[in-house]
């Protein structure tokens, strides 16, 4: 047996590094030369807990090879971006540029399994897309043949941060363009996953990643816009979720600056795309969640206009705690904002890393430790709940102005 990881990023490298840690032969296909040289020594070039051992153990073990070339096995595992800009079409490049670098050394009996987060239709889209490239073998979803070759959708859904575990607890979706598809599917996943593998079709299996991240980006919505009637009613949101939180069939997530990352602030436009009438909660909630940047914004000027000089310290650049990952980050995005608009000094403490991102080198913003910003500053915003701030106490900031959007302070 042996199994292709097609891109190998923050999802397709631990998938392969954790399958060949099972035993099975496993060859990484990127088209980033780097990726490749790196994984090949041992390496690792994404962070992510605990990656690096397994992987430099695969390599050693001589069961995770990587490669700019493709070559036959028998199973092919797509992980590649699917991104999506807000009023374009989803970009499906990555996984036709990635049946295209297959297509070629298909044999007939392959496996071919898409994981990275798609519209409905993508997988479908995939087979059509191999199906033109390789006309000698016969895809499934053509009508009136009989498919020699295996199809199916199965999300990814680890959290970052966690990966390694998810890879292997989580219960799995396994959506085959036909039952043969996803039995074929669910025998390589039961290789690795201690989860359940729960079978459906492709189209049900998009949608539902789609709904997983749209779910929690509706929920944080919610909690967004109850953090802002609170201000205006002066009750404490936080207490206020709590409480609610002790009905039993009550659970709201909290509120925040913003959702960050590259998923539940992407994957929900997805949906929208499909279904533009009807998708109108889920459009709202994004909207919601975008336009929170904006109010907190807002609520620091009103802070700094108190000082004649306003020393304004930014908790967190991350897009969530005690992470480096500061891509897609309402709270690196807040920050550069802020900078621009020139009302006071900017420090911004971001534990989790040494120097500021390159979005931040142009501003006159200054990376600092903790102690030196409760010292200095006056107004104080926090804007990611990192450990050594959750240890925070109101007396540590008691002279200052706090915008605190993740109630470390207000929730004490
Ligand atoms: N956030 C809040 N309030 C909350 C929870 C999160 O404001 O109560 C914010 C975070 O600060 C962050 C953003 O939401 O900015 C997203 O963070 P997250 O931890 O909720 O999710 P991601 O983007 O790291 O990972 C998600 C996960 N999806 C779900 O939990 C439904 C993960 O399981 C998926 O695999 C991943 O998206 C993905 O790749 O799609």
New binding site residues.
């Given amino acids: 047996e042996k199994v292709s990881v097609v891109g190998l990023g923050y ?1 397709g490298l631990p998938t392969a590094a954790v399958i060949a840690s099972r035993g099975i032969e496993v060859i990484g296909i990127d088209v980033s030369q780097r990726a490749v040289d790196t994984i090949n020594q041992g390496k690792v070039h994404i962070v992510e807990p605990d990656l690096d051992m397994v992987v430099q153990a695969a390599v050693t073990m001589g069961k995770l090879r990587a490669s700019l070339t493709p070559e036959p096995a028998d199973a092919f595992m797509i992980a590649v971006p699917t991104p999506f800009k807000e009023g374009k079409q989803p970009d499906l490049s990555y996984i036709q540029q990635a049946a295209e670098a297959i297509a070629p050394v298909l044999e007939k009996g392959n496996l071919v399994i898409l994981e990275s ?1 798609s519209p409905v239709g993508a997988t479908e889209q995939l087979a059509s897309w191999l199906q033109g490239l390789r006309p000698d073998l016969s895809f499934p979803g053509q009508s009136g043949k009989s498919a020699d070759m295996f199809v199916a959708h199965c999300p ?6 966690r990966v390694l575990e ?1 890879l292997v607890s989580n219960d799995r979706i396994i959506g085959g363009m036909s039952p043969a598809c996803s039995a074929k599917a669910i025998e390589l996943y039961k290789t690795f996953v201690r989860g359940d593998c729960i079978q459906t079709n492709a189209r049900t299996a998009e949608m539902a ?1 789609l709904t ?2 749209s ?2 980006d509706v ?2 919505a919610f ?2 816009e109850l953090s802002i009637i609170c201000d205006e009613l002066k009750i404490n949101v936080w207490e206020l979720i709590r409480l609610a939180n002790r009905h039993p069939r009550v659970n709201i ?4 600056p ?8 992407v ?1 929900p436009w997805f949906i929208v795309d499909s279904a533009p009438q009807s998708a109108r909660m889920i459009r709202t909630a994004r909207e919601i969640n975008d336009a929170k940047p904006g109010y907190v914004i807002q609520q620091v000027k009103k802070a700094a206009d108190e000082f004649k000089r306003p020393v304004i310290a930014c908790l967190g650049l991350a ?3 005690d992470i480096d990952d500061l891509r897609e ?2 709270a690196l995005d807040i920050t550069r904002q802020l900078a621009d608009m020139d009302i006071g000094e900017v420090l911004a403490v971001e534990p989790n890393i040494t120097a500021l991102p390159a979005s931040l080198e142009k501003t006159d913003v200054a990376l600092v430790g903790l102690e030196e910003a409760l010292s200095r500053a006056n107004v104080l915003v926090v804007l ?1 709940d990192h450990k050594p701030f959750k240890a925070l106490s109101v007396t540590d900031v008691n002279t200052k102005l706090v915008v605190d959007t993740r109630g470390l302070l207000s929730a004490n």
Wanted: charge should be neutral; glycine fraction near 14%.
């Fill in positions: 999802i987060t990814e859904r680890v959290l970052p941060g998810e990643k997983e991240n779910f929690r929920n944080i909690a967004n997530l909290s509120p925040g913003g959702v960050g990352g590259h998923c539940i602030a994957d897009f969530k705690p980050s309402p990611v």
